[in-house]
């Protein structure tokens, strides 16, 4: 069962971290690029080592892996800060479609 369980934690996983694959391939500019990345990426990567800590059996393992999942989890939320503070100071503007109101 625990197998079972840890594939689909994998299955979701991967189908996350393909979705911040595609946005960042498809979305039009920097920032939103950035937000497809940090998001899916983080989130794919927490259910995979789910599906990790799962299959272990450990909980010193799986507390391990958590850390390291929150370790990530920081890193990402920095980096992507770090890389559209520099977008903002060499002014790359954000990508202005749709309806606009006022």
């Keep these: 069962m625990m197998s ?25 500019d920097l920032y939103t690029r950035i937000h497809a990345v940090t998001k899916a990426d983080n989130l794919g990567l927490g259910f995979i080592l789910a ?3 799962l299959l272990s059996g450990s909980m010193l393992v799986a507390l391990k892996l958590f850390l390291v999942w929150i370790l990530v989890l ?13 977008g903002h100071r060499q002014s790359i503007k954000p990508l202005e479609k749709g309806p606009r109101h006022g």
């Design 74 to 86: 920081f890193a990402g939320a920095i980096s992507g800060y770090l890389i559209a503070r520099e």
């Design 51 to 53: 599906g990790v800590a």
């Design 4 to 28: 079972l369980l840890a594939l689909l934690c994998f299955g979701v996983g991967f189908f996350f971290i393909l979705a911040g694959v595609v946005g960042l391939l498809r979305f039009p």
